[in-house]
Nanobody, 124 residues
Framework: QVQLVESGGGLVQAGASLRLSCATSGLPFSTVAMAWFRQAPGKEQEFVADITWNGGSTGYADSVEGRFTISRDNAKNAVYLQINSLKYEDTAVYYC?????????????????WGQGTQVTVSS
């Protein structure tokens, strides 16, 4: 059974930092791309960041470029999202997703396993 479990969210002030984690089990983690998406209240889910199977390449949404860093530890079957300089508009539920293959994609349909999400709330 494949499981993805996010953690690390919380209520923080603008300008603060958070590190989100996604622990996985039951999938060939070191062979698939991983990504983070988020969904703000009343909005559609959007791409945040992705990383190839070996961590050799990463990509970011324009809105988070320079503030967010995605990384992975294949020995621990985990992916992380370091979030710096949080803004009010970063408030959302953050989801990690496991890809169908080894290469990055910003499209939801390229990811076939999803976590339950972790809430990040930024107060202004």
């Amino acid at each position: 059974q494949v499981q993805l479990v996010e953690s690390g969210g919380g209520l923080v002030q603008a300008g603060a930092s958070l590190r989100l984690s996604c622990a996985t089990s039951g999938l060939p983690f070191s062979t698939v791309a991983m990504a983070w998406f988020r969904q703000a209240p009343g909005k559609e889910q959007e791409f945040v960041a992705d990383i190839t199977w070996n961590g050799g390449s990463t990509g970011y949404a324009d809105s988070v470029e320079g503030r967010f860093t995605i990384s992975r530890d294949n020995a621990k079957n985990a992916v992380y999202l370091q979030i710096n300089s949080l803004k009010y508009e970063d408030t959302a539920v953050y989801y990690c997703a496991a890809g169908r293959g080894p290469y990055r994609s910003r499209f939801r349909d390229q990811y076939n396993y999803w976590g339950q999400g972790t809430q990040v709330t930024v107060s202004s």
